[in-house]
C-alpha cells in the first residue's frame, strides 16, 4: 500500500521568508514517481513537478526547489524569498508504475499562507 | 489544449437522491480517476478505471458506483445522496502513472 503524510497541515510566513514543506512517502515499488500539486483558492489542481525513483537529483525551478531522498523516503519542496501569490494549499502525491499502483495517492495538504 | 471537464462545477441535491457527476476527457487516456477532496484529508480515491468497463475501488467506496461505457467518458453515481458526500469531487485521467490531468472539480452539495 502507498502512504503520503505532510506532518505540517498549516504554514505561516511573512513575505519573502524562505519556507519548506515536508513529504515523506511509504511504498513497496521500486518504479514509483512522486509529484507536487499547488491547489490556489480558485480550486483547481496545478501540476509543479514529476521526479521518477531513479532519478535522485535535486531541482530547482525559479523560487522552487525540491529535494528528493531515497534513504529518507522524503520529497521536500522549498520555496524561496516567498510571496503572496504562493498562498495555497500544496499536496505531494505517488504513483507506482503498473497495476492498481497507477493511482495517484495525496497527502492531506499543507495549507500556506504568505502574509504581505 | 487537452482538457478534463465535469460537466458541473457546483451541484446541490437532496438527500437520497441519485446523482451523477460525468467527466469527459480529450486525451485518449486509458486511466480515470475519481477523487473526493475533503479539508484535512486531502484527496482520497473513490474509484478508477483503466480500460474501458474496468473499474477497481479506491480507498473510500462506499456509497458510490461508476461507470465507464466509453474511453472518454467517466461517470460517478451516488445511489442514494446524504449529507456525508457533501463535498469537492475530482475527476482525473492519465495515460501512463505520472502523467495526470485534472478536472476543475464539482462542488456537491447534500441538503
Known amino acids: 500500500a502507498q502512504k503520503v503524510t505532510q506532518a505540517q497541515t498549516e504554514i505561516s510566513v511573512v513575505e519573502k521568508e524562505d519556507v519548506t514543506l515536508d513529504c515523506v512517502y511509504e511504498?513497496?515499488?521500486?518504479?514509483?514517481?512522486l509529484f507536487w500539486y499547488k491547489q490556489p483558492p480558485s480550486g483547481e489542481l496545478v501540476f509543479l513537478i514529476r521526479?521518477?525513483?531513479?532519478?535522485?537529483q535535486n531541482e530547482i525551478s525559479g523560487r522552487y526547489s525540491w529535494n528528493f531522498q531515497k534513504s529518507t523516503s522524503s520529497f521536500n519542496f522549498t520555496i524561496t524569498a516567498s510571496q503572496v501569490v504562493d498562498s495555497a494549499v500544496y499536496f505531494c502525491a505517488l504513483s507506482g508504475a503498473s497495476g492498481s499502483a497507477r493511482q495517484l495517492t495525496f497527502g492531506s495538504g499543507t495549507q500556506l499562507t504568505v502574509l504581505p | 489544449d487537452v482538457k478534463v471537464t465535469q460537466s458541473s462545477r457546483y451541484l446541490v441535491k437532496r438527500t437520497g437522491e441519485k446523482v451523477f457527476l460525468e467527466c469527459v476527457q480529450d486525451m485518449d487516456h486509458e486511466n480515470m480517476f475519481w477523487y473526493r477532496q475533503d479539508p484535512g484529508l486531502g484527496l482520497r480515491l473513490i474509484y478508477f478505471?483503466?480500460?474501458?468497463?474496468?473499474?477497481e475501488k479506491g480507498d473510500i467506496p462506499e456509497g458510490y458506483s461508476v461507470s465507464r461505457e466509453k474511453k472518454e467518458r467517466f461517470s460517478l453515481i451516488l445511489e442514494s445522496a446524504s449529507t456525508n458526500q457533501t463535498s469537492m469531487y475530482l475527476c482525473?485521467?492519465?495515460?501512463?502513472?505520472?502523467?495526470?490531468?485534472f478536472g476543475s472539480g464539482t462542488r456537491l452539495t447534500v441538503v
Open positions: 478505471s483503466y480500460d474501458v468497463k474496468m473499474k
Open positions: 482525473a485521467s492519465s495515460r501512463t502513472a505520472y502523467g495526470y490531468t
Open positions: 511504498t513497496r515499488d521500486t518504479t514509483y514517481y
Open positions: 521526479r521518477n525513483s531513479f532519478d535522485e
